[in-house]
Antibody, heavy 125, light 112 residues
Framework: QVQLQQSGPGLVKPSQTLSLTCAIS??????????WNWIRQSPSRGLEWLGR?????????DYAVSVKSRITINSDTSKNQFSLQLNSVTPEDTALYFC???????????????WGQGTLVTVSS | DVVMTQTPLSLSVTPGQPASISCKSS???????????LYWYLQKPGQSPHLLIYATSSRFSGVPDRFSGSGSGTDFTLKISRVEAEDVGVYYC?????????FGQGTRVEIK
C-alpha cells in the first residue's frame, strides 16, 4: 500500500520560501513507472497542478507556467521523498498543498492515484 | 491551458436515486494511442481527493460499480447509479493529456 506523508511549516512570511516534503512508503521515488506531483487547492483557484518530478534513466521535471519562475521540485533517493520549494511567496500562495503519485502499468496510467494528507500553508506576516 | 467546465456545480440527491455530472474540455482529450485522458476524483469532507475513474471509463481499484464514466473527445459524464450517503463530497474531473493538468471547478453532491 502506497502512502505519502507530507511535512513542512504551515506559516510562511511574504517574500520567503515555502518548503514542503512528501515522504513515500510502498514505492520508490526513483521508480520508472511513477511520477511525483504537487497540487494545491484554494477557494479562489480551485485545484491547481503545480509540477512533477520523475526518473527515466535521469531526472525530469515539469512545472506549471503560472509558477515556473518560482518553483523547484527535487527528489531525495536516500530518504525516498520529494520536495516542493516555492520562492517569493505572496498571500495568493495561501492554499492547501498536496503531493500525489502518477503510476503507469500494463498500458494504463493512473494519474494522481495516491495523495498525501494535505498541508495548509498560510502566507502572512 | 485546457479549460474544464463542470455542470452542475451542486447536486442534491435522494439516497438510491441516480446522479449525473457533466464535464466539458476546451480541447479534445483523445491521444494518438487511442486513449482519452480524462479522470474523475471525489474529495470527501476533510479528506484529500481520491481517484474514481481513469481514461474516461475505467474504475480505479476498489471503486464501487455504481460509479461509471463515459464520453469522448470533449464531452464526458460521471454517473452514480444509486447514490449512497457515503458518496457525499465534491467531484472533480481532470484532464491528463496537456500539461499543465487542469481540473474542473467541482460539483458538490449532497444527500437530501
Amino acid at each position: 500500500q502506497v502512502q505519502l506523508q507530507q511535512s513542512g511549516p504551515g506559516l510562511v512570511k511574504p517574500s520567503q520560501t515555502l518548503s514542503l516534503t512528501c515522504a513515500i512508503s510502498g514505492d520508490s521515488v526513483s521508480s520508472n513507472s511513477a511520477a511525483w506531483n504537487w497540487i494545491r487547492q484554494s477557494p479562489s483557484r480551485g485545484l491547481e497542478w503545480l509540477g512533477r518530478t520523475y526518473y527515466r534513466s535521469k531526472w525530469y521535471n515539469d512545472y506549471a507556467v503560472s509558477v515556473k519562475s518560482r518553483i523547484t521540485i527535487n527528489s531525495d533517493t536516500s530518504k525516498n521523498q520529494f520536495s516542493l520549494q516555492l520562492n517569493s511567496v505572496t498571500p495568493e500562495d495561501t492554499a492547501l498543498y498536496f503531493c500525489a503519485r502518477r503510476y503507469c502499468s500494463g498500458g494504463s496510467c493512473y494519474e494522481l492515484d495516491y495523495w498525501g494528507q494535505g498541508t495548509l500553508v498560510t502566507v502572512s506576516s | 491551458d485546457v479549460v474544464m467546465t463542470q455542470t452542475p456545480l451542486s447536486l442534491s440527491v435522494t439516497p438510491g436515486q441516480p446522479a449525473s455530472i457533466s464535464c466539458k474540455s476546451s480541447q479534445s482529450l483523445l491521444h494518438s494511442d487511442g486513449k482519452t485522458y480524462l479522470y474523475w476524483y471525489l474529495q470527501k469532507p476533510g479528506q484529500s481527493p481520491h481517484l474514481l475513474i481513469y481514461a474516461t471509463s475505467s474504475r480505479f481499484s476498489g471503486v464501487p460499480d455504481r460509479f461509471s464514466g463515459s464520453g469522448s473527445g470533449t464531452d464526458f459524464t460521471l454517473k452514480i447509479s444509486r447514490v449512497e450517503a457515503e458518496d457525499v463530497g465534491v467531484y472533480y474531473c481532470m484532464q491528463g493529456l496537456y500539461l499543465p493538468w487542469t481540473f474542473g471547478q467541482g460539483t458538490r453532491v449532497e444527500i437530501k
